[in-house]
């Protein structure tokens, strides 16, 4: 069981639109990545480790698993983007690319978490690799999560101006098109990965009126008035659906902060 939660403002009160709404979408399999940064050239005998390979600079590569040292540091990170990717053991684990004139990044072919634990280290007087010693500095390995089952825990809406305000909560008709300010939902296990529901205030075109309202709720012309929906065993959200916070008045802007479970 994995929890994420968000506090965000919403930026309308018009009356009969979505104020927020809360994404679902299945979120693709990630390969591990990381780089290596040079600081200057690197010095004959230097080495750096992708899993059980090691690589070492030479100033003329004698084998596959040499690389030949260049003119510049730009040289070298060519030379070195080569060798990976043509090396008979490298080139079938891994891809390097080139990121800039002295950086490379190494990703491993397999997506899933299988790359973070894929040793990635340097023995280099002028260079740098990220990852703490295995790949996914960069880039974190994830799994695919299209079977990930998302429910809705708890809501907390509170207004931000002395305007009476009705709110409720419902499925959508159509879920909104091209979200213009879309937030992630954040860990509360930094361990937990990334959550396959975002959330929004904005959109190209706004979620439809749902047909009924799971919940409703008033709140008086108060600034600060505040109430909290809680779901004990939670509203589920099916992958690439979504349940939108309707605005059934004028309402004033609000404070929403939402809870929910992915297992």
Do not use: Y
Not at 33 to 51: E, M, V
Not at 174 to 180: E, H, I, L, N, S
Not at 183 to 201: F, R
Request: glycine fraction near 10%; charge should be negative.
């Amino acid at each position: 069981m994995r929890r994420f939660s968000i506090g965000r403002r919403t930026t309308d009160g018009t009356t009969a639109a979505a104020t927020l709404e809360i994404r679902t979408g299945a979120v693709a399999a990630i390969s591990a990545a990381g780089t290596i940064t040079l600081t200057g050239q690197p010095s004959a005998g230097n080495t750096f480790k992708i899993n059980n390979t090691t690589m070492t600079w030479a100033a003329a590569a004698a084998n596959e698993s040499e690389i030949t040292i260049g003119g510049s540091a730009e040289l070298s990170i060519d030379a070195a983007v080569t060798a990976i990717n043509i090396h008979t053991v490298l080139s079938l684990v891994c891809t390097a690319v080139k990121v800039s004139t002295d950086q490379l990044k190494i990703t491993w072919d397999a997506t899933g978490v299988i790359g973070n634990a894929i040793v990635f280290t340097e023995a280099m007087a002028n260079a740098t690799v990220n990852g703490n010693g295995f790949l996914g500095g960069t880039t974190l390995g994830k799994e695919a999560s299209v079977n990930t089952h998302t429910k809705i825990m708890e809501i907390t809406i509170g207004i931000v101006n002395a305007t009476a305000s009705i709110f409720g909560l419902g499925r959508p008709a159509a879920r909104g098109v091209t979200p213009t300010t879309p937030a992630d939902m954040l860990g509360e296990n930094n361990i937990d990965g990334t959550s396959i529901v975002t959330t929004a205030v904005a959109w190209a075109t706004g979620p439809t009126i749902p047909t009924a309202f799971f919940r409703r709720a008033s709140l008086p012309a108060t600034a600060g008035s505040s109430m909290i929906w809680t779901f004990p065993k939670g509203i589920i959200v099916p992958i690439d659906n979504s349940m939108v916070i309707w605005n059934l008045a004028s309402n004033s802007v609000a404070e929403v902060s939402i809870a929910i479970e992915e297992q």
